[in-house]
């Protein structure tokens, strides 16, 4: 998995995520309470900029690393997918799509699951580093 491309497109999900949560709260506010789906938009940006945070932190620390984890790599990735899959078809949603949108949110979930899960079996299979 290439490494090269996770910082750029954190700074991408970031800029969108603020974006769209800006728009919600002020451009589409109004359309979004009308249609009950206010809330919906509001956890697809929570969700979107939650894990874009994480992947901030998965990217500047696969980064400075000189061996890098594959375990962390798949974690950065399957965030990726979380937010397009499951932000994404939230705002769909909430904007009025299919509703063929709406299985698509628990993939997402579970791609932002996977990642966590690599995350935490990283953590149980890397040796602690000693400082002395």
Do not use: C
Not at 24 to 34: T, V
Not at 71 to 87: D, E, M, N, Q, T
Not at 97 to 121: E, K, N, Q, S, Y
Request: aromatic letters at 10%.
């Amino acid at each position: 998995m290439s490494y090269r491309y996770l910082l750029p497109i954190t700074g991408l999900l970031g800029v969108l995520g603020v974006a769209l949560g800006a728009f919600g709260a002020h451009a589409l506010h109004d359309g979004l309470l009308a249609r009950g789906m206010l809330e919906a938009w509001k956890t697809a940006v929570n969700y979107h900029l939650m894990h874009t945070a994480a992947l901030l932190t998965v990217s500047l620390w696969l980064q400075g690393r000189s061996q890098k984890s594959s375990r962390l790599a798949g974690a950065a990735w399957a965030w990726i997918l979380g937010v397009v899959l499951f932000s994404g078809s939230l705002y769909g949603l909430a904007l009025g799509g299919p509703r063929l949108l709406g299985p698509v949110t628990p993939l997402g979930g579970l791609a932002f699951i996977v990642g966590w899960v690599l995350v935490l079996v990283e953590g149980l299979k890397t040796p602690a580093r000693s400082d002395s």
